[in-house]
């Protein structure tokens, strides 16, 4: 019996929802794309940071 009500609340949660699929699949795939760029950019400091200590190894 629980059961059937647990599931009854998440149909009438789900249905209720204002938030659509198409709306959470537009979230995800900004989000995924920020996080591209975030890391993108640690990878540009890396590298940035790696010439320049490879600058300071050579006594440049």
């Keep these: 019996m629980k059961i059937i009500t647990l599931l009854s609340v998440a149909a009438i949660v789900a249905c209720s929802s204002f938030v659509s699929a198409g ?9 995924a794309n920020d996080s591209i760029t975030i890391a993108n950019n640690f990878k540009v400091n890396a590298n940035n940071r790696a010439e320049k200590d490879s600058g300071y190894a050579k006594g440049e």
Excluded: E, Q, Y
């Design 23 to 31: 709306d959470i699949i537009d979230l995800t795939k900004k989000s």
